[in-house]
């Protein structure tokens, strides 16, 4: 059997996707691998296919026990035999599992490293007189201190090699910056490994940070949103996870706490809760990760501030791993740096202190970003990204600007007459001439004292925020934050330089990549069928097959067996349990309301089409640029199609210039051959980061829709 018929055979696809075909190859040929894959990316399949053509055993090292029930059941309802052997298990199920091995009756064998390398532990020697033909280490960042994860367990997974020295190993991880990788590579003491890094770009996620004011109500807002959708919160505390998780009940959700502080019970059961939908909100902390795969889970909350881009990538990846629209919210207070700051440091480790520190600067830049969220992300990982994504909250907005080159300059001067050596609250209590008594009496004689009075508290902290992130002051000091000029600040401070400050800003009403059109009934009806026989095999729903397949479904209508294997998701395993009875809803749905199958408008099915790096529109109208696209097309002009669609023309610029970007509209459709090379000239001598800047140096003649389809037309890949 080829990785291609297996592929069909067991999971239910005809293509793969990233870099899953090579990947499998190399590990087919017995060869040690890296692979760094975005989280929802398929990097379970990457071991998982070869362990279905190996004549053997594969072990999978995984950190969670949670995650390895949910990976044994997955594969077990695809007729693949999978087993895990933990702490949780009886000695009698312990033994059962141990004949089974030895018969061969497993083929995938998941592990905690513990279980390996712990002390008073047999399980290596017995291992070896099985046949062990891969080893997959999922989450291998877990071995490096350089990692948000480190796991002390992990390290002794560098005898992997010495013990089984013909075997091949993968190391799999969703998060790993350059010195993480490399620390990965020397602590696996892998041979010749050959390394994969796939782009990072989870395009169905939309990223929005908000200012955290009332936090309760925003979470209310949003949530009150999605009544029937799946999410998970992150909170900083254990504490705060269990009372926002009581005041979330309160309200009338479906909510559960989550937390390494509980019992195993507690966890197991709200868990299992959140798996099968019973429950529908997770609330956890950040510092425990919950190792789940659940793939309907639509949108991702962070109350407080992750500690790093690492982490908070991985949290945020655990929406939409169906491929369907998710959200990403991460509600900002400039405050919850200065409380993980002690978090950072390691004592008696000044290095990794720092690097640590550097970590949360990182974030905290992001949450400060007036640039694409997006971009940022990718390029943090090391991947080019184009400066406009268009689906994040930033892309999403239209700024006003103001000069502020003069409260720049008094920002400024107040730091350099302190000296630099005071924190924002102290410069900015000192500019508004504070009678506060923690002001020293011989800075009330300095001559900036005060000059700031006419600025509220509120707006200089944002000035500030904004200065910082422009790079026009720094933030250093290991105890205590101090504000410092940088080499940029003289150009201010000379006047030879204009800073531009936000006035106000309107954020469009957000809009995600909607969902195919579908018979919402029938989406409805099939969801409490699957829930029927998930209930039977005692696993999640999710399990027996996605929201996503469901939607195919609701979608295309299919009406028989043959039909249904053109739907994504479905193998031959998954077709003979389930196929008749999904079957049942679709076609007494088609009776009831006269409708025909449309299979045959549906392409030939792969696993979530996707290319590294952009994301190609669809053509059948799935979102809402398309939808933008389709009415251009159709000759309305973008004023027209604003009103149409009730979204600003900044919005449907936006949408036209991914378009020009992807290739599919002619840039010169947007902007004339003259404008252009005018365009690309003063973006190769300014730089494209903010438009305010080349709409200045431009002049009226040129419009935004016109820069931004001539940047978008630079950016293009074939």
């Given at each position: 059997?080829?990785?291609?018929?297996?592929?069909?055979?067991?999971?239910?696809?005809?293509?793969?996707?990233?870099?899953?075909?090579?990947?499998?190859?190399?590990?087919?040929?017995?060869?040690?691998?890296?692979?760094?894959?975005?989280?929802?990316?398929?990097?379970?399949?990457?071991?998982?296919?070869?362990?279905?053509?190996?004549?053997?055993?594969?072990?999978?090292?995984?950190?969670?026990?949670?995650l390895m029930k949910d990976q044994v059941d997955s594969l077990n309802v695809n007729g693949i035999p999978a087993a895990f052997l933990n702490s949780a298990?009886?000695?009698?199920?312990?033994?059962?599992?141990?004949?089974?091995?030895?018969?061969?009756?497993?083929?995938?064998?998941?592990?905690?490293?513990?279980?390996?390398?712990?002390?008073?532990?047999?399980?290596?020697?017995?291992?070896?007189?099985?046949?062990?033909?891969?080893?997959?280490?999922?989450?291998?960042?877990?071995?490096?201190?350089?990692?948000?994860?480190?796991?002390?367990?992990?390290?002794?997974l560098a005898q992997l090699k010495n013990e089984f020295p013909n075997v091949p190993v993968i190391a799999l991880t969703a998060t790993a910056d350059k010195l993480t990788q490399k620390d990965i590579l020397e602590k696996l003491n892998l041979h010749k490994p050959a390394v994969f890094v796939s782009s990072f770009n989870r395009h169905n996620i939309t990223y929005r940070v908000?200012?955290?004011?009332?936090?309760?109500?925003?979470?209310?807002?949003?949530?009150?949103?999605?009544?029937?959708?799946?999410?998970?919160?992150?909170?900083?505390?254990?504490?705060?996870?269990?009372?926002?998780?009581?005041?979330?009940?309160?309200?009338?959700?479906?909510?559960?706490?989550?937390?390494?502080?509980?019992?195993?019970?507690?966890?197991?059961?709200?868990?299992?809760?959140?798996?099968?939908?019973?429950?529908?909100?997770?609330?956890?902390?950040?510092?425990?990760?919950?190792?789940?795969?659940?793939?309907?889970?639509?949108?991702?909350?962070?109350?407080?501030?992750?500690?790093?881009?690492?982490?908070?990538?991985?949290?945020?990846?655990?929406?939409?791993?169906?491929?369907?629209?998710?959200?990403?919210?991460?509600?900002?207070?400039?405050?919850?740096?200065?409380?993980?700051?002690?978090?950072?440091?390691?004592?008696?480790?000044?290095?990794?202190?720092?690097?640590?520190?550097?970590?949360?600067?990182?974030?905290?830049?992001?949450?400060?970003?007036?640039?694409?969220?997006?971009?940022?992300?990718?390029?943090?990982?090391?991947?080019?990204?184009?400066?406009?994504?268009?689906?994040?909250?930033?892309?999403?907005?239209?700024?006003k600007r103001f000069d502020g080159t003069l409260i720049a300059q008094k920002a400024l001067s107040a730091v350099s007459r302190l000296n630099e050596r005071f924190g924002v609250n102290y410069v900015i209590d000192f500019l508004r001439g504070s009678k506060n008594e923690k002001i020293r009496e011989e800075h009330k004689q300095l001559k900036t004292y005060g000059v700031g009075a006419d600025i509220s508290k509120t707006d200089w902290q944002r000035y500030m925020r904004e200065l910082i992130t422009m790079e026009y002051l720094q933030v250093t000091g290991e105890g205590y934050p101090v504000l410092k000029l940088t080499p940029q600040s003289a150009l201010i401070l000379k006047g030879i330089q204009k800073v531009e400050f936000i006035e106000t800003q309107t954020t469009e009403e957000h809009h995600t990549e909607t969902a195919p059109p579908h018979e919402a009934e029938l989406l409805s009806r099939l969801k409490n069928t699957r829930r029927n026989i998930a209930e039977l095999e005692n696993v999640p729903p999710y399990i027996i097959v996605s929201d996503a397949t469901l939607?195919?479904?609701?979608?295309?209508?299919?009406?028989?067996?043959?039909?249904?294997?053109?739907?994504?998701?479905?193998?031959?395993?998954?077709?003979?349990?389930?196929?008749?009875?999904?079957?049942?809803?679709?076609?007494?749905?088609?009776?009831?309301?006269g409708l025909e199958s449309k299979i045959a408008y549906k392409s030939p099915k792969s696993e979530r089409k996707q290319k590294s790096g952009r994301t190609k529109a669809p053509r059948n109208g799935n979102d809402t640029r398309t939808e933008t696209f389709n009415l251009y097309r159709s000759g309305k002009s973008i004023v027209e199609i604003a009103q149409v669609r009730d979204l600003s023309p900044t919005t449907i610029e936006s949408h036209l210039s991914y378009f020009v970007q992807t290739g599919d509209l002619d840039v010169k459709e947007m902007v004339s051959e003259t404008k252009l090379a005018v365009i690309i000239e003063a973006v190769e001598s300014y730089g494209a980061e903010r438009l305010a800047p080349l709409k200045e140096v431009l002049g009226d003649a040129y419009t935004y829709a016109e820069i931004k389809a001539a940047i978008s037309w630079m950016n293009k890949t074939e």
């Open positions: 059997m080829t990785p291609q018929q297996a592929l069909q055979k067991y999971f239910g696809y005809s293509n793969f996707r990233h870099q899953q075909e090579t990947i499998i190859q190399h590990v087919l040929n017995k060869q040690d691998v890296m692979a760094l894959m975005p989280t929802g990316g398929g990097k379970s399949l990457c071991y998982q296919l070869p362990a279905i053509l190996l004549n053997g055993l594969t072990i999978v090292i995984s950190p969670l026990i949670a298990q009886t000695p009698e199920e312990q033994r059962q599992l141990v004949e089974k091995l030895k018969n061969s009756q497993v083929k995938l064998l998941y592990l905690a490293p513990e279980r390996l390398f712990g002390t008073e532990n047999k399980l290596v020697p017995f291992l070896k007189t099985l046949n062990v033909v891969q080893i997959a280490i999922d989450e291998a960042h877990c071995i490096s201190q350089w990692g948000h994860d480190f796991r002390p367990e992990y390290l002794m908000v200012p955290k004011k009332n936090c309760f109500k925003q979470l209310i807002a949003f949530l009150n949103e999605r009544p029937d959708e799946s999410g998970i919160i992150y909170c900083l505390s254990r504490k705060s996870t269990e009372s926002l998780a009581e005041d979330l009940k309160n309200e009338g959700f479906a909510a559960e706490a989550y937390h390494a502080g509980m019992s195993n019970e507690a966890k197991a059961k709200n868990q299992e809760a959140f798996l099968r939908d019973d429950v529908k909100i997770i609330v956890a902390t950040i510092a425990f990760g919950m190792g789940i795969n659940k793939s309907n889970v639509r949108y991702v909350v962070h109350v407080d501030l992750p500690k790093n881009i690492e982490g908070y990538y991985q949290e945020t990846g655990r929406a939409g791993r169906d491929g369907l629209a998710s959200e990403a919210l991460l509600l900002y207070s400039p405050g919850d740096a200065g409380k993980l700051q002690h978090f950072a440091r390691i004592e008696g480790n000044e290095e990794q202190s720092r690097i640590m520190l550097n970590k949360l600067n990182d974030m905290v830049r992001y949450c400060q970003l007036q640039s694409c969220r997006r971009q940022y992300l990718m390029n943090y990982f090391d991947e080019a990204f184009p400066p406009n994504c268009g689906s994040c909250d930033v892309c999403l907005t239209e700024f939607l195919e479904m609701a979608t295309y209508l299919p009406q028989s067996l043959d039909e249904l294997r053109l739907i994504s998701g479905f193998g031959d395993i998954k077709l003979a349990r389930y196929g008749r009875e999904l079957l049942h809803p679709v076609k007494d749905y088609c009776k009831e309301k």
